[in-house]
């Protein structure tokens, strides 16, 4: 039932009617089922305080309306939670790229000292399951969480009334002079690529020269030298529920990121080429808020 439900939404999604999953790890709904119960068990916390969804809320495209969420003890990193959000077709995960494969990157949170803070036989003990299967029923999970069939899923497939003038304009804005695909790639509206839009640079408080990354970003992760301060384009897919944005957090509504790329995102001697001042009119932001509204889509029957 499960699965079939998964498929009816996937083909919609535009992004293929194959869900890719890794060969040792096929989906099968028992470790979907297992993935969702670990998902939320606070025992894979040293506390007991935090589970997954204490940064990932289901609720809302599985992020939450701060910019970094606390783990254990109140601790906190310095990064935002991003959603989950079909991340089956991810190539690289994390802000900064530093997990190749979901089964690698589920099981970092559980001993991240700043999430949940807890050695991962300990977690395995507790909640009886052993380290592998946790890590493949979590990254199943995961890979399960999609969302597709938006208003602009119709538009592109043919309901071209869905969509509002303006919304439209949107779309062409985002697709034309804004540049936004070069990195926002459709369908899944990610090319799963680090870019240095400068976020982290400091300099935005304080005029340059002498700003420095408040976080490296992709950094000390690769051996890329155009990857200092860059970080992995988030997919836009729900990006109206996830706020606040950027890997930090750090700009709360659309209308900030919108004025931010219209300045060219923040000049710093490792700016993405492909980020220019944009020239636009407030009503040309306003038309791209609209439309990455329009990528609010229909949610897996999985999250609950
Ligand atoms: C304390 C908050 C917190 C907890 C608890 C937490 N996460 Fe996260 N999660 C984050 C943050 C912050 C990031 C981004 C970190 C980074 O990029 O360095 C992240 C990143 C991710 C990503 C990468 C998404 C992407 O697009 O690259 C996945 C998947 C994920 N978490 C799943 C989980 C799972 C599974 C658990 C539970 C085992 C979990 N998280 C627990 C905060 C949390
Ligand atoms: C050079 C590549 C590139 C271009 C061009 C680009 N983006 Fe981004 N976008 C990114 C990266 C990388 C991030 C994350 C940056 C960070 O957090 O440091 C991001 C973040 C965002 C976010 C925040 C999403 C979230 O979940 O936090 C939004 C919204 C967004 N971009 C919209 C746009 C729009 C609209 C345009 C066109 C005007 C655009 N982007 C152009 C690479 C790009």
Redesign the pocket.
């Known amino acids: 039932m499960k699965l079939l439900a998964l498929a009816a939404l996937v083909i919609p999604l535009g992004l293929g009617t194959l869900l890719p999953v890794p060969a040792d790890n096929p989906v099968t709904p028992e470790k979907i089922a297992l993935g969702r119960a670990l998902f939320s068990d606070t025992r894979l916390s040293r506390d007991g305080t935090i589970a997954c969804t204490s940064c990932h809320d289901p609720q809302r495209a599985f992020t939450k309306p701060e910019a970094v969420s606390p783990g254990v003890f109140g601790r906190r990193g310095r990064r935002?939670s991003?959603?989950v959000l079909n991340r089956a077709w991810g190539r690289v995960f994390f802000?900064d790229g530093r997990a190749a494969t979901l089964e690698a990157q589920v099981l970092m949170p559980i001993v991240d000292p700043n999430e949940m803070d807890l050695p991962l036989d300990e977690a395995s003990r507790r909640v009886g399951v052993p380290v592998d299967e946790m890590a493949r029923a979590l990254a199943t999970f995961i890979r399960a969480q999609l969302s597709g069939n938006s208003r602009f899923d119709r538009y592109v497939r043919g309901e071209r009334t869905l969509l509002t003038l303006e919304e439209q304009n949107g779309l062409r804005l985002?697709r034309g002079r804004?540049?936004?695909t070069?990195?926002?790639e459709e369908p899944n509206f990610t090319d799963e690529q680090?870019?240095n839009?400068g976020?982290?640079w400091s300099s935005g408080r304080r005029p340059a020269p002498g700003g420095h990354f408040l976080d490296e970003?992709g950094a000390p992760t690769t051996d890329v030298p155009g990857a200092r301060g860059?970080?992995?384009?988030?997919t836009?897919r729900d990006?109206e529920r996830?706020a606040p944005?950027?890997?930090?957090g750090s700009m709360a509504t659309?209308d900030e990121?919108?004025d931010f790329?219209g300045r060219g995102g923040r000049a710093n001697p490792f700016l993405?080429r492909?980020?220019q001042p944009?020239g636009l009119s407030d009503e040309d932001k306003r038309a791209?808020v609209s439309f990455?509204k329009t990528l609010s889509g229909e949610a897996a029957s999985d999250t609950r």
Request: glycine fraction near 6%.
């Open positions: 935002n991003p959603t802000w985002f804004g540049m936004c070069v990195c926002h680090l870019h839009t976020v982290a970003g860059a970080f992995k384009t988030p836009l990006v996830t944005y950027m890997h930090d659309l990121v919108l790329y993405d492909d980020l944009l791209l990455l």
